[in-house]
């Protein structure tokens, strides 16, 4: 798919007049901002800045994944999802970031890692992205969870976790695109 950017950005862009900070967390910025919208007119827009994040869909020789499920206190329900975990600093090494999610929630190492590429979960009021990787040619080592961190760790074959997928039975975003590249790139 071809578009011309140039004329879009002229036609599309909204420009920030003005900008209010509303709450200053440890994991999530909240800031208001006024807008210039491309016909003149103004609006407000509510925006969650965030450092960035990391997730791995990390497959074992036999085709199996390896998965997590933890409890989300947003959904108060426990779900499952791939290793991820957010960066330490916004200027921290992706790849870094994400081989010690691995082996902190899962104890496992890998020798081979692959970009999937980048995901944007919520872009209409959030700035995060969160790089994806797949891992392979795993060994299994020791977790070292952090200190508030509570998660089981289980092995699924990729081609259940598609048909959970398409099922609607994985509600995680991160995990349904990571397990359909993976699949894709794996000829699953």
């Given at each position: 798919?071809?578009?011309?950017?140039r004329?879009?950005?002229?036609?599309?862009?909204e420009?920030?007049?003005?900008?209010?900070?509303?709450?200053?967390?440890?994991?999530?910025?909240?800031?208001?901002d006024?807008?210039?919208?491309?016909?003149?007119?103004?609006?407000?827009r509510?925006v969650?800045?965030?450092?960035?994040?990391?997730?791995?869909?990390?497959?074992?020789?036999?085709?199996?994944?390896?998965?997590?499920?933890?409890?989300?206190?947003?959904?108060?329900?426990i779900?499952?999802?791939?290793?991820?975990?957010?960066?330490?600093?916004?200027?921290?090494?992706?790849?870094?970031?994400?081989?010690?999610?691995?082996?902190?929630?899962?104890?496992?190492?890998?020798?081979?890692?692959?970009v999937?590429?980048?995901?944007?979960?919520?872009?209409?009021?959030?700035?995060?992205?969160?790089t994806?990787?797949?891992?392979?040619?795993?060994?299994?080592?020791?977790?070292?969870?952090?200190?508030?961190?509570?998660?089981?760790?289980?092995?699924?074959?990729?081609?259940?976790?598609?048909?959970?997928?398409?099922?609607?039975?994985?509600?995680?975003?991160?995990?349904?695109v990571?397990?359909?590249?993976?699949?894709?790139?794996?000829?699953?």
């Amino acid at each position: 798919m071809q578009f011309n950017t140039r004329d879009e950005n002229g036609r599309l862009r909204e420009i920030r007049t003005g900008s209010e900070e509303i709450f200053d967390g440890l994991i999530l910025h909240v800031q208001r901002d006024t807008v210039a919208l491309p016909n003149g007119n103004s609006a407000v827009r509510e925006v969650i800045r965030h450092i960035g994040a990391v997730c791995v869909i990390p497959v074992l020789e036999n085709g199996d994944v390896i998965i997590e499920r933890q409890y989300r206190y947003p959904l108060d329900r426990i779900i499952l999802e791939i290793p991820a975990g957010k960066l330490d600093a916004p200027d921290e090494d992706r790849l870094s970031a994400i081989q010690r999610e691995l082996r902190e929630e899962t104890g496992y190492t890998a020798g081979s890692w692959t970009v999937l590429g980048d995901f944007h979960p919520a872009p209409a009021y959030s700035d995060e992205f969160i790089t994806m990787y797949m891992a392979r040619d795993l060994k299994k080592g020791d977790r070292h969870l952090d200190e508030d961190e509570f998660l089981d760790v289980y092995t699924v074959p990729l081609k259940e976790l598609v048909e959970d997928v398409m099922a609607g039975r994985i509600s995680d975003a991160k995990t349904q695109v990571c397990v359909l590249k993976a699949a894709r790139i794996l000829g699953i």
